[in-house]
């Protein structure tokens, strides 16, 4: 019996909409899915480029204006892979036309904008879910399993990091469809939003809420050309962003960010520290995840380094055989299958309203870099 | 334009039918490629789960007997991705109807199979290849093009390794469709066949021929039940096999392989140290490749972990952004790229007559692992 | 011809006093020295492990109050291994004696007392030196070298921690012989002054002065038994403490110690990125100084693990051959030999007035942690 | 009560020298010990550098003949420093004369040799010990300890490599005092003797003895200068050495060194597979011992990096705290220890009689290296 189809207009065809397209391609092909994904049509207003991407992912139809998407009746899901400034006006009006809607992170360029996102997909009763795909990584699904199932004990500390390097040069410009993620219009923040904003969403998704923060926030590069004015223009973004903050549990939590950090590529870490046993985890190093285990004899005591790969780890029963690695790309597959075994039962997180709790931190964050202040950040 | 089509016949849909049908499935998405790859049909006798295979894969249609995929005018290539033992019935036949043919690796259970194999596909004038993924590991073929570069210089040693862990178990039984690598009947050796032949391989493409080989094999488990006599039998495979190498330039290998290294899963490792310069790869850090250049400034000298995810580095201009991690499965996608890029060109490498040479090796290794002596290897 | 002797006055036998037993001991062996240090004598209220203690190390003689030590004609340097709440009488009585004095580190327990030392020994004109022993492992040695040879450009990021996890048991006694260090009256402060100090000793030396920074502190284990007072008692240090600051260079500092890090027993790091190069450190395995150069090759470029073990690297030409380790005690070796060496010349650093400058930060972030605002530091 | 005494005559005063003596010096310091030993005298030819050398480490007198030093009362132990050449009668004499005997690796030249100086030292009577020190790293000592409490249970494989670079230079020269390692009238064999050795010494510790050997031997530069005939010489020794093997317990066994892997110092690394559990140990990182059990929890499996410096590690409860390093040299200072400390109880391993299994050892596999059989090594 042929199954129920989700017939998904894209909008975007960037990096992320790259990502969402291979996901949904994929997904059916390795994971048990509830309904088959259709890749309808992608919005974009270059078509040009647009018919290309939709030939090469086999996208049946584009159209110029995501507003047309929206419209048609074909179209059961909207997934926002656009830039940050337009996930707001999209999905407001994705769901209001009883849409479900996907959205690349962060949600909102600010916790206003993302609190009425929130109120739209809720009025709207449709599934909503926000592109926070780390959590899918099987080695940090394991962690979460791991600390769920109370391994670690009362918890102690919580440091993440995100560390690039690609912004270094001066005349890298601003702005334009490469570049947008320095025109803080356009992006809303700079590592604030996109790179801490995945460090938070994992931390609270493993160690609970974040109740204050304080920052520290630096613009190195002050002026570069933009891509759109052709003028030099003030860099309004925050080059490097790091807090320190104090979890609902009781634990201290230290983040930081940069594009500034010479020989790091993606370095997203983190560490999580318990009375009985800690976790460590590196986006460079994908498939392990490090535990050091309390309980373990004495003198046998260390980190070990599992290797997530075996069939009983968290998604990679789906895959290849012990000892062979998936990517960076197999965690939106992941989220893509878990988005649509979850549409007639549990809903899989993070939501709409759980991607909002995140933009309140990363506000709080910005704002404290202004104040120097402790901020509530809930 | 419409490309011209490549029409794929699959054999199988174990294992290596996924990752083979994936890599043509997602080979066009992510490279430019001078003809279109189609899952045309597949062929396999439990036709219940072929067509399960095949509705999932995208396969147009499915046949129980492979010589009717032979026998079709609408396929250009068959693809065996069926056990050992079929290898060089089916890939004779296909190349004498005029098809192109790719075969997993090893080639033959023997080099006698394989040298008639080369003689089929040679006298009908076929493009062939043979599945060695590992060479189109971003990482090991940036490996190569160092060595192509002469960065090394005069060549001492090299050693590689593939240890993994999966048939310590004594319950364990031998042959039947998961477990036919233990039935020496279907797979012609143990962990020489199947595990060093990847090593030798990749040895011989970055460090030339092998002339001579003294091995040590071993059988661990000498008595196994069968999964299709339901009989406890003995086992006719090689465990373990290691051995000892001189290369046509003068250097000197080391290799082992088992299936009895605790801990390992897949750790296929190699290590080629030069004069000038040396280079490492591990594939449980697949991304990574090694390398300590003594041209640098004495006391700043160090192995430096290049990590292999810029635009800049073999075929990952095609996938993510920096520091963004494929897996082993894009081997196999770049291997489907390349050959398909190879056909009105330059070959891609690994052909047949390739891969006839690595069994010429491996036969030797059998050989000296019973006679103790030194045997030729090519 | 005989050397002139540094007859060596001893305060304290624990810990601290057999590393600079061992240091005195070991550094005239591996060392070409400008004097003969000499273990004179030794101070010690418990006479009894005191008399133990200087035969086992060779000390001439033992006295029971450390006043006796000063007004001893025969004795030229004051090493003050005791604990941090007599430093700063010790020293200055020793200072105002004439002697030469060496402190263990934090100076004082307070910038206070630690302005209060700088004056007695730049008043009586003495030689005088703390033991920030981490200076002097070869590899941090050598990254100093790098940075004061502008390898690395203009800073944008420095960052350290030092993660313990022995406190973590509640029922763990404060005060005492052994446990001191978490007596408040003693220590003065928990982790900043034992841990943060390090790092901020470091940081300065590499990276120049710290204006500004913002902490936080916490105390998780909030009462303990006292091993004086028999009692349970509100603890008064600082359990874990991490703080946030601006270096007079422009740029930013994270750092964070802990005694709640499970699975750390002394993992001190530090990270420094600039514009050209970035280098990493880590006492677990103090023989490596990683390092990034982004002038290398783009292709090639990838964190260098450079094995400080060479001859040609800061004070192994001493020691034994290529790739054999020293540990951890030849760092205050190195510092003995630094301060007699630099007795006749150029001090060797830090002296006390370098000490006080991390008692300033230390104090600024004790202060941060209560007023959640951003403080001075210098 | 004064402890009675130690007295020890050196031979040599080289690198070996320094270890030896400042293992001697160290014991006492930090080890409880049966007797206190007196580094008494010293004996070279060269009395100027011995001079010198005597008055850093302390030493009473010095000898220009060794025999000087054999007829003296007033030494117990004959502690023989000198290279290989000279082992064999120095040893002889020494028990002869009724002193105790410590030797440096190898103990002969050859088994016939080592053959001899066992009998010599049994006939006698003599206390007596093999410098093996790589036995007496915490971490490895460690390894024996969990072998022996059965934690790996059937054993697979022994693998272990000894690595370095330092003589790749052609323009190097063979013989003289820095350099008679090159020199095989004076060393006896090349890497075969010097680094092959100490891993057949752990190997056998760990898992018991060595049947058979095939063996591949390679000498890379063939001429060199020598430094004492002053002419360009055939180069006698094995530059690298590898060879396979049998063990009596079933298990196979892999072993290579070489002078010629550039980027490795002295990079020994072993590896033993049981059924039960893994182990892996590296010089170079010599504080941590490896270990993979396979009975933990399934999907929490991992390779652990004990860090061996707690106080319930193998000597490391002498030293400092959790977490601080000791390096090579200890391992001297532990085998001192360990030899006073069995002086009147069961004696302390390797003894000549030990050492002279590995030499059988080495001599297959010199002999292999020419013969391309298996031979017996026992």
Redesign the interface.
Known sequence: MAKEKLRIGMVGYG?MGR?HS?AF?QA??FFDLDREPVLTAIAARNTERAEEFAS??GYGSVESDWRALIDRDDIDLIDIAAPNNVHHEIAIAAAEAGKMVMCEKPLGRTAAESSEMVAAVEKAGVSNMVWYNYRRIPAVT?AKH?IDAGKLGRI??Y?AQFL???T?AEDLPQGGEALWRLDVDVAGSGVTGDLLAHCIDTAMWLNGGIDTV???T?T?VKERPHNITGKVEPVGIDD?S???A?FGNGS?G?F?A?R????????YTFEI??????LAWD????????????S?E??????????V??G??PYMGN????????????SFVHQAADFINGLDGTAAAPTFADAHQTDLVTDAVLKSGKT???ENAS
Do not use: C
């Open positions: 990096f990502t291979n391609s059916p092909k090469n992912w394991h791991l102690f500390h440091r690039q390097d690609w270094i304080t920052a520290m630096e190195f490097a790091a807090f320190m104090r201290l230290l930081e940069t500034y950090a010479r020989g790091h590529k993606a370095l520290n318990g009375e009985n046993a800690s986006l460079h190093d994908l498939t392990r995840l490090s535990m050091f285990d309390h373990d004495g003198t046998e005591r260390g980190w070990r380094s599992i290797h790969t075996d009983e780890h895959w290849w055989v012990p000892g062979l690695h998936i990517g960076y790309a197999e120097g202040q402790w």
